[in-house]
């Protein structure tokens, strides 16, 4: 399902914090928000979601305006903060939110194993979260957000205090999603994990200052590293890049 973004802007207390951003995402495509701490990546995922309103703008999802109800189905989300309860075991949890998103007991009990499955956590999901690593609750988190087969995935920073290792693992995950042609939107601060999406959305300041397949915006660079284009953006404003 392809998303349009047109000229969305956001401010919080009237400060002006996504401003004027315009977006096209393919449907089967990984795109990633990469920008520095603070750059408005949170918000842009959650104005993208219809968890908040945009102050001007729209989002469409194909033809359909964004908030929307029968999109919700269509659409997983991994919030920052892992939205999941210590106290429950990993299958309980899961099976909590498969009744939030509406699934009958019979259609959950098979997805919830298959989810569980592709994280790799079939061998821990009776133990209490509490008991889990952050990358396990990460990895939970995940399979969460894909219960109900949406057709559009939105991760936000998936990967943030996980090992190098685990964080493979989640890009091969995405990957396989992908393959499944699933739309794929990840925001990381994370310059490396650049080269594992198919295009990037450089945000800075709230402003999008590049949207390109990565192999364009590296080769817009001398150092071959995406760094340097939030170098140039400071540079221009006259702020820190990082
Ligand atoms: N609900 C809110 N009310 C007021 N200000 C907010 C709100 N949400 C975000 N902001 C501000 O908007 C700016 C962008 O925040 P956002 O969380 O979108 O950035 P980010 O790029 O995701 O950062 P990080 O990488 O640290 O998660 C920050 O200055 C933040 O304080």
Same mark, same amino acid.
């Given at each position: 399902m392809d998303i349009t973004g047109t000229n969305i802007c956001k401010s919080f207390h009237n400060k002006p914090i996504i401003k004027n951003i315009s977006i096209s995402i393919s449907s089967g495509e990984i795109i990633c928000l990469l920008g520095p701490s603070g750059a408005g990546k949170t918000t842009l995922i959650r104005l993208l979601i219809g968890a908040i309103p945009a102050d001007e703008g729209e989002i469409r999802y194909? =033809?359909?305006l964004i908030?929307?109800?029968? /999109?919700?189905?269509?659409?997983?989300?991994?919030?920052?903060?892992?939205?999941?309860?210590?106290?429950?075991?990993?299958?309980?949890?899961?099976?909590?939110?498969? =009744? /939030?998103?509406?699934?009958?007991?019979? =259609?959950?009990?098979?997805?919830?194993?298959? *989810?569980?499955?592709?994280?790799?956590?079939?061998?821990?999901?009776?133990?209490p979260v509490r008991e889990y690593s952050g990358g396990m609750k990460k990895r939970l988190s995940l399979a969460a957000a894909l219960l109900h087969e949406p057709k559009v995935l939105l991760l936000d920073e998936p990967t943030v205090g996980i090992?190098?290792?685990?964080?493979?693992?989640?890009?091969?995950? /995405?990957?396989?999603?992908? =393959?499944?042609?699933?739309?794929?939107? *990840?925001?990381?601060? *994370?310059?490396?994990?650049?080269?594992?999406?198919?295009?990037?959305?450089?945000?800075?300041q709230g402003e999008l200052i590049q949207y390109d397949a990565v192999a364009n915006l590296l080769s817009l660079t001398e150092s071959h590293k995406i760094e340097e284009l939030f170098f140039?953006?400071?540079?221009?404003?006259g702020g820190e890049a990082l």
């Amino acid at each position: 399902m392809d998303i349009t973004g047109t000229n969305i802007c956001k401010s919080f207390h009237n400060k002006p914090i996504i401003k004027n951003i315009s977006i096209s995402i393919s449907s089967g495509e990984i795109i990633c928000l990469l920008g520095p701490s603070g750059a408005g990546k949170t918000t842009l995922i959650r104005l993208l979601i219809g968890a908040i309103p945009a102050d001007e703008g729209e989002i469409r999802y194909g =033809e359909t305006l964004i908030p929307s109800l029968k /999109l919700l189905k269509k659409i997983g989300f991994m919030p920052q903060n892992d939205a999941i309860y210590d106290d429950l075991s990993g299958k309980d949890n899961l099976s909590f939110f498969a =009744e /939030l998103y509406g699934m009958g007991k019979k =259609e959950y009990a098979g997805r919830i194993e298959e *989810v569980l499955q592709l994280v790799d956590l079939k061998g821990d999901s009776n133990k209490p979260v509490r008991e889990y690593s952050g990358g396990m609750k990460k990895r939970l988190s995940l399979a969460a957000a894909l219960l109900h087969e949406p057709k559009v995935l939105l991760l936000d920073e998936p990967t943030v205090g996980i090992d190098p290792v685990l964080r493979k693992a989640v890009w091969i995950q /995405l990957k396989k999603l992908k =393959e499944q042609g699933k739309t794929i939107i *990840v925001s990381t601060h *994370v310059m490396d994990e650049v080269t594992e999406c198919d295009k990037a959305a450089l945000i800075y300041q709230g402003e999008l200052i590049q949207y390109d397949a990565v192999a364009n915006l590296l080769s817009l660079t001398e150092s071959h590293k995406i760094e340097e284009l939030f170098f140039m953006a400071a540079e221009k404003k006259g702020g820190e890049a990082l």
